[in-house]
């Protein structure tokens, strides 16, 4: 199983991989946020990818870097490269067939 991070400004260079693989920004006072959480976390354990979640609040350095306007937003990264985006909260279905077809447009490049 691959680990759940949070993710700070420091460590985050270090977090690159080949795979794809999710930064979740969201904020503590943030309702939709909170009501999502289960869900993205239950695809990211059934497809078994890796997840950073990144507190817009503790870490507006990197909410900038990727334009984050507003929370939740779900980044895809292949490498360091952003691949795809969700703004605001979506089911589990929609959620888990946008991600396979993610990770299927990333393979093979």
């Known amino acids: 199983m691959k680990a759940l991070l949070i ?26 946020c909170k009501d999502y959480k289960p869900v993205i976390d239950k695809v990211v354990k059934e497809l078994k990818l ?5 507190d817009i609040d503790k870490n507006p ?17 292949e490498g360091d490269k952003e691949v795809a985006r969700i703004l605001g909260s979506v089911d589990e279905k929609f959620l888990k067939q946008f991600t396979e077809n993610v990770i299927k447009s990333t393979k093979g490049k």
Do not use: H, Y
Not at 12 to 32: H, N, Q, T
Not at 50 to 54: I, N, R, S
Not at 62 to 77: H, Q, S
């Open 7 to 32: 993710l700070t400004t420091l460590c985050f260079s270090l977090a690159a991989s080949a795979e794809v693989r999710i930064i979740k920004f969201s904020a503590e006072w943030c309702k939709p």
């Open 50 to 54: 890796d997840m950073q979640e990144v």
């Open 61 to 77: 350095n990197l909410a900038n870097k990727f334009a984050v306007e507003g929370v939740p937003t779900t980044v895809f990264l």
